[in-house]
């Protein structure tokens, strides 16, 4: 499936806040934050809405995200998406229909974006955005896991999405697709089943191990590294009729357009036992 045309990809062709663009939805004329100038004049032009934002703009280099007390995975995943054109036009041409503003996490999203590309602040907030997920000032002092977070903002996304133009947004960038199989090593027989996914949990070293892979190469070949089942773990083939040795393990079938790696740096240590993170 084709994911748009280069007309269609205008809008977030760009992540500097100087560029200019000549259309832009309706919808997005009141995301727009506060000019940081007294004497600012609105343009008179009915060009577009983007042309109307760089008309304040007095710099070029990119806008930062407040860390709210612990939300620095949060910003990370934010300016992540931000900086694919592809998530960010497709959001900028989802059309607001007005209500329920505070809790719309599409809207907020949008408005977060237009700010981090007109702002002339140095960094803007995140607070409308994260009180939309309905969380409270005590939520920000929490860690939360960011492919979990991740997921729960494509659900809540692709909620809101259901019946308009960006409604497979998310599964025409992100999805990818697995087998997750086990072949019997005596008959050879595999059974298989096909999985999707929107990012793959990638560890950062095996199991046990004090080294970490050397490199994402060397992770994803980790990754489809089959398992063995064996002695008391052996497979029952159905066609052998016994239990059998047998690999167990995945293999992509379909890479998504945008591949989404989340790099597991928290570990277990076992003499401790304590949760540890991996700088190496």
């Known amino acids: 499936t084709e994911i748009s045309s280069d007309d269609d990809l205008a ?20 995301l727009f934050d506060t000019p940081a100038h007294e004497n600012y004049q609105p343009s008179t032009s009915s060009t577009s809405t983007f042309r109307r934002c760089n008309d304040f703009q007095s710099k070029s280099s990119f806008v930062g995200l407040v860390n709210q007390a612990m939300t620095c995975y949060l910003n990370s995943l934010l300016q992540a998406l931000y900086m694919t054109p592809e998530f960010r036009n497709g959001l900028y041409n989802w059309e607001f ?21 007109t702002s002339n602040k140095l960094a803007v907030e995140t607070t409308d955005l994260t009180r939309s997920f309905g969380w409270d000032s005590t939520e920000a002092w929490q860690q939360h896991d ?7 903002m494509f659900d809540a996304l692709e909620q809101k999405f259901k019946n308009t133009k960006q409604a497979d947004l998310i599964n025409n960038l992100y999805e990818g697709k ?50 063995t089942l064996d002695g008391n773990n052996q497979y029952f083939c159905e066609k052998c009729n016994k239990k059998c040795d047998a690999h167990k393990g995945l293999k992509f079938k379909k890479f998504p357009y945008i591949l989404t790696l989340h790099l597991k740096r928290f570990d277990f240590d076992y003499q401790t036992l304590h949760r540890i993170k991996l700088n190496d």
């Open 11 to 30: 809008l977030g062709a760009s992540a500097s806040p100087t560029e200019q663009v000549s259309s832009s939805p309706p919808a997005l004329l009141a």
């Open 97 to 117: 229909d007005g209500t329920g503003e505070n809790k719309s996490i599409p809207f907020q999203l949008q408005r977060l974006f237009v700010n981090l590309q």
């Open 178 to 227: 697995m087998i997750d199989y086990v072949k019997c090593l005596e008959c050879e027989t595999e059974k298989n089943r096909e999985d999707t996914f929107l990012d793959i949990p990638l560890p950062v070293k095996p199991f046990g191990s004090n080294v970490a892979y050397e490199s994402i190469e060397e992770g994803l070949k980790a990754f489809v590294q089959p398992e």
């Open 146 to 152: 960011i492919q979990e977070l991740c997921r729960v």
